[in-house]
RNA sequence: GCCCGAGUGGCGGAACUGGUAUACGCGCACGACUUAAAAUCGUGUCUCGCAAGGGAUGUGGGUUCGAUUCCCACCUCGGGCACCA
């Protein structure tokens, strides 16, 4: 017998692969297409790690089944180099990142390739290569002459120990990610580009799209899609109007103030009407020089009033004073808002520290629709002006409730208000009668009310209450005996604040306790208006607009998104090709000088002013203006590392083009012809990259689609991600930590294939999954497994000699033989697992089939290629090798994907199981689609079952077809 | 603080649309083969109980004939966002 050995098997086959070349893709094919992808890797100096192929894996077996299925498949890989390690490893060792890189990707492709991914290596791309980045360029062109790449002063990232400008990804918890120093926020010349321009349609195509829903939901969150309205305050004997953004125009009958960002320019232009200037300027400057890190642990907010400013409140006329406060950001909105502290936690925590009034405008509603209090359909709503009493009882710590003898109905003491009556005489007056209690004092008077609507059950008739809240405390216990009516509609009982909580029946009831517990609490969902004039009780969502308008506002929509700084001070990344002339100004540079290639340099480090090192390099700065002729310099800018990536899945359709990108042709047959439901067919990548590169990627493809470059709306067809494989301990695998598993090592010990089939059965591909060495024996074991089974084949094939006419592989198994139905339900689950990357479970049948088949004296050899086939794409190396041995010519990687017959998956007959009571009490073997009323009979006939029946009665049977029965009694 | 995701044996995990909870794998125990070991194969392996039977899917409630699955509240862990009006 012969023994596996990985080594020589893998290698010989990844050999023929590539001479072969059987996963090469052509771009021009009668096929159907399937465009799979992967994020292509940043080659690190570490090499990579076990985590790394996780995705490459998950997509290979998808890649290599759509391939057996027929299609012409596009599975490419390539090399996203430009950044920082590399960068910072030239600083220190003075090595070029060119040589680095390199090297890097050696490392990256021998490994990869060690592990049998079946990429068409002829599409390899590196976005360093200056024949690549060319194009990156030419495309920046592109959104700079259509105005979307912009120059533009912006606070970035300062370090100010090294002297450089830092990435938002280089500053972790507001330091500097090399040094540690503290950074703080300088204002530079950056280069922008638009993506705000397209905010909308980012968010909006993502309804075109099949990704997660929580990757589009982090999407929509990270875009920060709101509907609002801007309505503008006059500022009094003053020729000037604040614009407020507002989501809530419904709560303006409740401001208080009004709150400028600092930096807004208003503030300057009010500062002949400010007469405490002094203050003034120096809390702006405080805010100015504060640094990330003092604003994220401070979290209290601070400002200064503007005094001898007031804003007029279009609304009702009321003049309100203006805050300068840094919760308000400059860069969102109209970087003024109105402060409705009754409305809005953040306008609350201010109000309370500075003592500014609260003005509640919006009261929540509750309706009751269950139960015998539930709102009668037809009678119409009695309005009722009430109050409800919060009496504690300062002894004992406990609260007087009302408890109904009639109807199940749990409160405090309510009541409704007689004409002319204060509310407070109301709630003293209904305190007295229904409890008896005759000396209460009032203590707080949270202003505050709720509606509820219900059933008035002695009445008859459908109540709409507005409860005013009003806090009560017992001066003693000296108590009248209640009268005779109302003791026999209730009692009066005393709870503590936790009883209260599963106490109260009313339909506010929870929203009372909470508010007991918290008398502070503010309000911030919708309701109904009160001090609002003619808006007053109306429904506040549906008023939004109607206020909005009779204030002469405007409907509008914000994004929080932001236009993205688009240059680096850096060296290694993109040039950006432009030329600054002293005369024409920002000159592009044209088509014809692309690629501008980076400079070799002397030093990779930034100069001391922060500019790129590339500054320092005169003749290259120093150059002929290409419009005028006359002197100028380039940008030293180069592009962040997501350029390269916004692109790169176009390119691989079409890598060696010189004239275009890609041309269209290429683009129309992998992407597809149609704008919407077009792109790529599959993209797996990690979380991680959802909000950045996603979206960034999306974007750039939107602005080519607009410039009739790409036939899609969208890049990407399907989205799916991938679960990171942590180091033993569950936490990343990191050098520092010391826990990073090389793949050589596994790869050299157990071989590929058993890496492969580990890795997709660790556990759900979309999650997270701990690395365990020593559960990699179960993946290997299973291979052997298949190996033993593929030489019992053989020696069966051997030992009949010839093959019998009619029947292929001419060892057919006796009928009886449970293999074939076993293999189709097997073919049936595979097929369908990869498609939903059920990994994991597609693993496990196979290996219930293994076991089966080597216990099995008398396996079909075509049932068995039919498992090899199936195996394939997990482990394509021993399938194809014991495949050869069955003297198959063609490579089963590109052989026809298996189909199940699904006359063989059908059970004629099925075990049921017998429940008595929702337990499992029997077993019986009943044949498939047989007669309800049949099964139900043999069911509660089962000696078993009748034992748990005895002699109570049956109350039913329920029946679930071809799966159990359960008799209640 | 807010928004997502997840809590199931000693461990990784399975369970389709509400229908036998713990598939498959690791580990462990015992047995077979072997001079022996490794490898392999077989049997067992949630828990209490001699058994009959009972109890377990983070906790507490609810809906249901029946809940890992649906609803409510809470706890723990992981990830993201962080004053976005």
């Not at 910072?88 to 890097?104: E, F, L």
């Amino acid at each position: 017998m012969k023994e596996y050995n990985h080594k020589t098997i893998e290698k010989k086959w990844q050999s023929e692969w590539e001479k072969n070349k059987i996963y090469f893709a052509s771009s021009k094919s009668k096929k159907s297409k399937f465009y799979g992808l992967i994020e292509f890797p940043y080659p690190s100096g570490d090499g990579l790690h076990v985590g790394h192929p996780r995705p490459y894996i998950g997509m290979d077996i998808i890649s290599r089944k759509k391939r057996m299925e027929g299609y012409n498949v596009l599975y490419p890989m390539g090399w996203d180099a430009f950044g920082l390690p590399t960068e910072n490893y030239a600083i220190k060792t003075g090595i070029q990142p060119k040589i680095v890189t390199k090297k890097n990707t050696d490392t990256f492709r021998r490994q990869t390739k060690s592990l049998g991914v079946s990429f068409d290596w002829s599409r390899e791309i590196n976005t360093t290569d200056p024949s690549y980045y060319k194009w990156t360029q030419w495309i920046f062109l592109q959104f700079f002459k259509k105005g979307l790449a912009y120059k533009a002063k912006s606070e970035i990232n300062w370090c100010p120990k090294d002297k450089i400008g830092l990435a938002n990804e280089e500053v972790v918890d507001g330091k500097c990610e090399r040094c540690g120093a503290e950074t703080i926020k300088k204002e530079k010349e950056q280069w922008m580009l638009a993506i705000t321009k397209y905010a909308d349609r980012l968010d909006k195509d993502l309804d075109l799209v099949d990704y997660p829903e929580r990757v589009k939901l982090s999407q929509r969150n990270w875009i920060g899609k709101s509907e609002g309205s801007e309505i503008e305050f006059k500022v009094k004997n003053f020729n000037e109007k604040i614009k407020v953004f507002t989501t809530r125009a419904d709560t303006l009958f409740g401001v208080t103030y009004v709150v400028l960002a600092p930096e807004h320019e208003l503030v300057q232009k009010l500062k002949s009407q400010i007469s405490n200037w002094s203050e003034v300027e120096k809390y702006i400057n405080t805010v100015k020089n504060k640094s990330d890190l003092e604003r994220a642990e401070n979290k209290e907010k601070t400002g200064v009033e503007l005094k001898g400013v007031l804003a007029i409140n279009p609304a009702n006329d009321e003049g309100v004073p203006v805050w300068i406060a840094d919760y308000v950001l400059p860069h969102y909105g109209t970087g003024a808002v109105m402060a409705v502290p009754a409305h809005d936690e953040r306008d609350f925590l201010f109000s309370k520290k500075y003592n500014l009034p609260i003005k509640r405008v919006v009261e929540p509603i509750f309706i009751q629709t269950e139960g015998d209090g539930a709102v009668r359909e037809n009678l119409p709503f009695i309005k009722r002006n009430a109050i409800c009493a919060i009496v504690r009882n300062p002894k004992t710590d406990k609260y007087l409730c009302t408890s109904w003898k009639n109807y199940h109905m749990h409160g405090l003491v309510t009541g409704g208000v007689e004409k002319g009556e204060d509310p407070i005489e109301t709630a003293l007056r209904e305190i007295y009668e229904e409890t008896g209690y005759k000396n209460v004092k009032l203590v707080k008077d949270p202003k505050f009310a709720l509606h509820s609507q219900f059933y008035h059950r002695v009445k008859k008739e459908n109540r709409w209450a507005r409860f005013q809240y009003f806090f009560f405390e017992l001066i003693d216990e000296e108590q009248d005996t209640i009268s005779d009516k109302e003791s026999a509609l209730h009692e009066v009982v005393w709870k503590t604040k936790d009883e209260i909580k599963t106490f109260f029946t009313v339909i506010e009831g929870q929203f009372t306790h909470n508010f007991i517990n918290n008398p502070n609490y503010i309000y911030t969902g919708d309701g109904l208006l009160h001090n609002s004039l003619k808006f007053d009780d109306l429904e506040s969502g549906e008023t939004r607009k109607e206020i909005t308008e009779f204030v002469g506002g405007k409907i509008v929509t914000k994004f929080k998104l932001r236009d993205w700084v688009f240059s680096r001070q850096r060296y290694w990344g993109e040039p950006i090709p432009v030329i600054n002339c002293e005369k024409c100004g920002l000159v592009p540079v044209p088509d014809k000088n692309l690629p501008v290639k980076l400079p070799e340099v002397k030093s990779y480090k930034p100069t001391d002013t922060g500019e790129s090192p590339l500054a320092g390099i005169s003749k290259w700065v120093n150059i002929k203006c290409p419009k005028c002729g006359g002197k100028a310099k380039r940008e030293t800018d180069t592009m962040p590392n997501w350029a390269g990536s916004s692109w790169y899945y176009l390119r691989y359709t079409d890598v060696k083009n010189k004239k275009e990108f890609a041309s269209k042709a290429n683009l129309k047959y992998w992407l597809g012809n149609k704008a919407q439901g077009g792109g790529v067919d599959w993209y797996n990548g990690g979380m991680e990259h959802t909000t950045l590169h996603l979206l960034y990627s999306r974007f750039w493809h939107k602005f080519l689609y607009d410039l009739k470059l790409v036939p899609t709306v969208e890049p990407y067809k399907k989205r799916t991600s991938h679960g990171m494989i942590l180091g033993e301990g569950g936490v990343k695998m990191s050098k520092s930590l010391g826990n990073v598993v090389n793949p050589d090592e596994i790869v050299k010990i157990y071989g590929a294939d058993t890496l492969r089939v580990y890795e997709m059965f660790i556990g759900p591909f979309e999650e997270a999954a701990v690395w365990n060495t020593d559960s990699i024996i179960g993946a290997r074991r299973f291979i052997e497994k298949v190996w033993r089974i593929g030489e019992k084949v053989l020696k069966q094939k051997n030992s009949f000699g010839v093959t019998l006419p009619g029947v292929l592989g001419g060892t057919h198994t006796a009928a009886n033989s449970s293999i074939p139905k076993l293999l189709n339900k097997t073919i049936k689950k595979v097929s369908e697992d990869i498609e939903a990357m059920r990994f994991n479970t597609a693993i496990s049948a196979m290996m219930i089939l293994a076991t089966e088949m080597e216990k099995s004296n008398n396996v079909d050899v075509n049932d068995f290629k039919k498992f090899l086939k199936i195996l394939a794409p997990f482990a394509p190396h021993v399938t194809q090798d014991i495949w050869s041995s069955l003297k198959e010519k063609k490579d089963i990687n590109i052989s026809e994907w298996p189909k199940y017959d699904e006359k063989l998956i059908k059970d004629e007959e099925i075990k049921i199981v017998v429940q008595v009571n929702g337990k499992v009490r029997a077993e019986m073997m009943i044949e498939v689609d047989v007669d309800d009323e049949k099964v139900k009979n043999l069911a509660k006939n089962d000696i078993s079952v009748l034992k748990f029946i005895g002699d109570k009665e049956i109350k039913k049977i329920i029946y679930v077809k071809n799966r159990l029965v359960n008799i209640v009694v």
